[in-house]
């Protein structure tokens, strides 16, 4: 169950942490973060989706 919230939560710190990296011209680091949140996107995507996979 806490499975969905920790992913969305991840999903929000990972679109901050593009905003900062973005904000002080780190190109670098901001492939790592898109990688990240596309991930946990899935998985939360995945878990409350209509047919969440156990």
Do not use: C, D, S
């Not at 169950?1 to 973005?22: E, R, S």
């Not at 011209?25 to 996107?41: D, F, G």
């Amino acid at each position: 169950m806490l499975a969905p919230v920790a992913a969305a939560g991840l999903a929000v710190t990972m679109i901050g942490a593009i905003l900062t990296h973005a904000r002080r011209k780190e190109t670098q680091p901001i492939v790592m973060n898109l990688a990240l949140l596309a991930l946990a996107l899935f998985v939360a995507w995945g878990r409350f989706g209509p047919y969440p996979f156990a």
